[in-house]
T-cell receptor, first 114, second 117 residues
Framework: AQSVSQHNHHVILSEAASLELGCNYSYGGTVNLFWYVQYPGQHLQLLLKYFSGDPLVKGIKGFEAEFIKSKFSFNLRKPSVQWSDTAEYFCAVRVSGGYQKVTFGTGTKLQVIP | GAGVSQSPRYKVAKRGQDVALRCDPISGHVSLFWYQQALGQGPEFLTYFQNEAQLDKSGLPSDRFFAERPEGSVSTLKIQRTQQEDSAVYLC???????????????FGPGTRLTVL
């Protein structure tokens, strides 16, 4: 079965700092990869996804993620964070060609200090 | 349009009580998922419906957990004889996905926070 590891549980950054959140998955086959975000008091929502093609994917609000197959990684990046990026971020994986089941990581809480 | 709604938003139960959690998916969404999110953890898959058919219930932690979606719309997750370890946020998600091989974005509800005393 697939699994997802997020190594940073809590990250604190000042505004304008650069962000990189690590995500590694374990599954030997083809996968679809996702980053979800949960802002305080809001629903979990999709930030970006990778299915195929260009391994560098861009999502909403200036976020991007790079799929590195050889490293089983899908790290999330943003060049300059804002206070409004304070949220919890979840990496997730789905087995490509399988059905809809998505496996989530444990999440990373990001706190951006003004 | 309206998103996924869940009720109640908060539920406190005494150990041993039965609870029922409701999910109203986005209208027209075929697929419906239940997840359990314990404190400090990511959502963990419980079960999946396509219309009224429960295609996967492999994530249900015990036979005390039961989910149904009799008319292919609203779904109820029932937990019998609740235990303290059942305390968690229960999330519902729905998607347009019609086929098992394609993927459509899952839209999540706000969750029901269950506390078992």
């Amino acid at each position: 079965a697939q699994s997802v590891s997020q190594h940073n549980h809590h990250v604190i950054l000042s505004e304008a700092a650069s962000l990189e959140l690590g995500c590694n998955y374990s599954y030997g086959g083809t996968v679809n990869l996702f980053w979800y975000v949960q802002y305080p008091g809001q629903h979990l929502q999709l930030l970006l996804k990778y299915f195929s093609g260009d391994p560098l994917v861009k999502g909403i609000k200036g976020f991007e993620a790079e799929f590195i197959k050889s490293k089983f990684s899908f790290n999330l990046r943003k060049p300059s964070v804002q206070w409004s990026d304070t949220a919890e971020y979840f990496c997730a994986v789905r087995v490509s060609g399988g059905y809809q089941k998505v496996t989530f990581g444990t999440g990373t809480k990001l706190q951006v200090i003004p | 349009g309206a998103g996924v709604s869940q009720s109640p938003r908060y539920k406190v139960a005494k150990r041993g009580q039965d609870v029922a959690l409701r999910c109203d998916p986005i209208s027209g969404h075929v697929s419906l998922f239940w997840y359990q999110q314990a404190l400090g953890q990511g959502p963990e898959f419980l079960t999946y419906f396509q219309n009224e058919a429960q295609l996967d219930k492999s994530g249900l932690p015990s036979d005390r957990f039961f989910a149904e979606r009799p008319e292919g719309s609203v779904s109820t997750l029932k937990i019998q004889r609740t235990q303290q370890e059942d305390s968690a946020v229960y999330l519902c998600a729905s998607s347009l996905a019609l086929a098992s091989l394609s993927y459509n974005e899952q839209f999540f509800g706000p969750g029901t926070r269950l506390t078992v005393l």
